[in-house]
């Protein structure tokens, strides 16, 4: 989308690490207090971490990011990309009820909010061993790495593959109902969510918003294969601010008696003017690990027409050496909206509005099918690597990705152009738990 709004304050980041720094002091308190807890009752934290280090090699201007939450920068090192410290806060009061919290700090878009650094902050209420009630800011369980995308050291890659993780929502703030039972040697698991969220960085100082998602997961598990799936359905509001001007005049364009202008006028006004849109998340996923082999797959498809329709797939095969694990992965995503061709009205509207304003409209159409054509996620991905436990809490990973985006497809980049372009992405990233 055009950004026609000026950045936050940068102070954020130093705000974020101050809440994070706080909650951890508060957590060390606690826990004290918790040792001396009768009854069932208790607190215990952990946390988690990343320390990584990328060398980009990309075209001049284009950020990498690994999620679209995550401001791009054009820089050739990059500490900032997988480096992460979080840390969790579980109270149980009794055997049927918990409040959890989970906080993170990590490198976030220019327009996060201070309450972004909660990722979880929810009430778990158990009835038996077999049903689960969450409210609050819960993870959407609708991925197959929804519960530790953030969590390095609980997955093999470097990094989620970023052709479909990149895009996907993080939490929810809502409630979930999950169910779990077990038949023969398979475990079953069924959930039902509901809430709102939020996707990638808006660039807006008014954020749009996922409303209204509903949400459904199945899952089965035996002798170390999960097979899952889930379909989600929301209501996305992008907030027009400083765009309406833009929606209007293509909408006056589109009544001028001239075909040529008038149909462009038209599709680039339904692409740029949606401001609320149904859209529909369907996910199949599998992880399986059979002796010293250990392999992942996910396919999810997303429809946001007029805005968005794609198709993200990825699979990684890694095989255990010891205390070593070499990998290879490949990931890719489609977006079967068309590249949107480059207007010349100039010549046509000369003659009804004059020299100027023809060039204005011109200009307009022109940013404007730019801004659309950058917002498309047409990329595809191989990824080399290999995880070395070199403690039972800690993993060294070294990872080289090398990435092709198509013309017309740098959506998942920052400051890209519209031409198509190659990439590499040499990473090590040291993941710990505590």
């Known amino acids: 989308m055009l950004s026609l709004t000026t950045p936050r304050p940068a102070r954020r980041k130093r705000e974020l690490l101050a809440g994070l720094t706080a909650a951890v002091l508060a957590a060390g308190s606690w826990a004290g207090e918790a040792d001396t807890a009768a009854g069932g009752t208790g607190l215990r934290m952990s ?60 490198k976030r878009g220019t327009y996060a909010s201070d309450g972004d650094a909660l990722e ?114 929301t209501r996305i509001e992008l907030a027009m601010g400083g765009l309406q001007p833009a929606v209007d005049a293509l909408g006056q364009l589109s009544a001028l008696p001239i075909p040529v202008v008038a149909d462009q006028a038209r599709q680039l006004r339904a692409r740029l003017g949606v401001a609320d849109i149904w859209a529909t998340f369907l996910e199949l996923g599998l992880r399986h690990e059979m002796g010293n082999w250990q392999w992942s797959a996910e396919l999810v498809r997303m429809s946001a027409a007029p805005l968005i329709k794609q198709s993200s797939a990825y699979a990684t095969v890694g095989y255990r050496l010891g205390d070593w694990t070499p990998y290879i992965a490949h990931g890719r995503t489609r977006d079967a909206m068309p590249v949107t061709p480059v207007p010349a009205w100039a010549a046509a509207l000369t003659p009804v509005l004059g020299p100027a304003a023809a060039a204005q409209s011109q200009m307009l159409g ?69």
């Open 47 to 106: 946390g988690f971490g990343s320390l990584g280090l990328s060398r980009v090699d990309a075209p001049a201007g284009w950020g990498y990011r690994r999620e679209l939450t995550q401001g791009g920068s054009d820089a050739s090192w990059r500490p900032d990309v997988d480096t992460r410290l979080g840390v969790q806060v579980n109270y149980s009061l009794g055997s049927r009820f918990e409040l959890v919290a989970q906080v993170i700090a990590k």
């Open 366 to 434: 022109v940013v404007i099918t730019d801004a659309v054509n950058r917002s498309r996620v047409h990329q595809s991905g191989w990824s080399l690597g290999a995880r070395w436990d070199l403690h039972p809490q800690a993993a060294l990973k070294l990872q080289w990705d090398r990435i092709r985006v198509d013309a017309g497809g740098p959506g998942l980049w920052t400051g890209a152009d519209g031409s198509a372009a190659k990439a590499n992405v040499a990473t090590a990233v040291v993941d710990f738990i505590f």
């Open 120 to 233: 979880w902050a929810y009430a778990a209420y158990r009835p038996n061993a077999d049903w689960t009630l969450r409210a609050g800011r819960v993870n959407l369980d609708a991925f197959l790495m929804a519960d530790y995308r953030n969590v390095g050291y609980g997955f093999m890659a470097a990094r989620p593959p970023v052709e479909l993780y990149a895009m996907l929502p993080t939490s929810l703030d809502g409630a979930d109902l999950a169910r779990g039972w077990s038949h023969g040697d398979a475990h079953w698991r069924a959930k039902l969510m509901v809430g709102t969220a939020q996707i990638g960085d808006f660039h807006t100082a008014e954020p749009g918003r996922v409303r209204d998602v509903v949400g459904l997961m199945l899952s089965r598990e035996e002798d170390g294969l999960l097979l899952r799936g889930s379909a989600s359905r």
